[in-house]
T-cell receptor, first 116, second 114 residues
């Protein structure tokens, strides 16, 4: 039962262009969504998040869009840089009380490669 | 400000053995969560500790257990190791227990079970 899905295992983009990473979810109880980036031999690092009461959140080159009716979110990186090459994970948190707040449900990840 | 540190970084065990993985939380954080990341998959939630008690658990059997200490560091113990337990084990810390949204992850402990 994969509640968070990233259907593209990999994405290749030219430097300076836009990278769009997609994520779909099935659980209507998810109320907070996050993107994490992971380099080899390092732990995932937080990138950007969005609450379910918003449809867009922007931080520098990174923008996350949330479409609740479609249960879909996307991460846009503009412009893409070679240093952005990493595995990107979409994650979601369900609002089910204090016992669930540490629990994130992750997608399988998308490997982004940005070519110079 | 120190980040989340985990030890050991790599270890090899044989089926049926027991393993203990350790985690030091980021300074100021009082909540610890553990995740298992199998090859090619996203991290899967094992459990969370807040105020030295387990207050959330994923779909993992009881042979996965943990501890949180007064200094907020934590241990993950796995008994009767199985081949499928081979994975990267990630520790994450946060502040606040309930309401903690953003987790700070360590680099992980890679366990190989032969």
């Amino acid at each position: 039962d994969q509640q968070v899905k990233q259907n593209s295992p990999s994405l290749s983009v030219q430097e300076g262009r836009i990278s769009i990473l997609n994520c779909d979810y099935t659980n209507s109880m998810f109320d907070y969504f996050l993107w994490y980036k992971k380099y080899p031999a390092e732990g995932p690092t937080f990138l950007i998040s969005i609450s379910s009461i918003k449809d867009k959140n922007e931080d520098g080159r990174f923008t996350v869009f949330l479409n609740k009716s479609a249960k879909h979110l996307s991460l846009h990186i503009v412009p893409s840089q070679p240093g952005d090459s990493a595995v990107y994970f979409c994650a979601a948190r369900a609002n089910a009380g204090g016992t669930s707040y540490g629990k994130l449900t992750f997608g399988q990840g998308t490997i982004l490669t940005v070519h110079p | 400000e120190t980040g989340v540190t985990q030890s050991p970084t790599h270890l090899i065990k044989t089926r049926g053995q027991q393993v203990t993985l350790r985690c030091s939380s980021q300074s100021g954080h009082n909540t610890v969560s553990w995740y298992q990341q199998a090859l090619g998959q996203g991290p899967q939630f094992i459990f969370q500790y807040y105020r030295e008690e387990e207050n959330g658990r994923g779909n993992f059997p009881p042979r996965f257990s943990g501890l949180q200490f007064p200094n907020y560091s934590s241990e993950l113990n796995v008994n009767a190791l199985e081949l499928d337990d081979s994975a990267l084990y990630l520790c994450a810390s946060s502040f606040g227990g309930a309401g903690a949204n953003v987790l700070t992850f360590g680099a992980g402990s890679r366990l190989t079970v032969l």
